[in-house]
């Protein structure tokens, strides 16, 4: 199996924007559903945003209008990115990539995001 690689987090002050990447290769991972969930000190696993093969999103209720998921299904390789505007401190969390669904194991090493107050 190839898991999905994550970059792009980092220290942000409330307002920011950051945009993270997600590269998913080795498989057929353009025609996977590829989402990101976040997992906050103390909280459970967060789903944040998602896009399915042909491009339809979806996105939780708290970052709706701030977020922005989108794909690139390169040759042998599929982009995953996730533009964050107007972050808040709530935001903070370990950001993960999925290919396919929660349960197909096929996950990143996740990325941190952390938004200063």
């Not at 353009?30 to 909280?43: E, N, V």
């Not at 042909?54 to 390169?74: C, P, Q």
């Not at 999925?98 to 990325?111: F, H, Y």
């Amino acid at each position: 199996q190839v898991q999905p690689v994550e970059s792009g987090g980092g220290l942000v002050q409330t307002g920011g924007s950051l945009r993270l990447s997600c590269a998913a290769s080795g498989r057929t991972f353009s025609r996977y559903t590829m989402g990101w969930f976040r997992l906050a000190p103390g909280k459970g696993r967060e789903f944040v945003a998602r896009i399915t093969s042909n491009e339809s999103t979806l996105y939780a209720d708290s970052v709706k209008g701030r977020f922005t998921i989108s794909r690139d299904n390169a040759k042998d390789t599929v982009y995953v990115y996730l533009q964050m505007n107007s972050l808040k401190p709530e935001d903070t969390a370990v950001y993960y990539c999925n290919a396919g669904s929660p349960g197909s194991g096929l996950w990143g090493q996740g990325t941190q995001v952390t938004v200063s107050s």
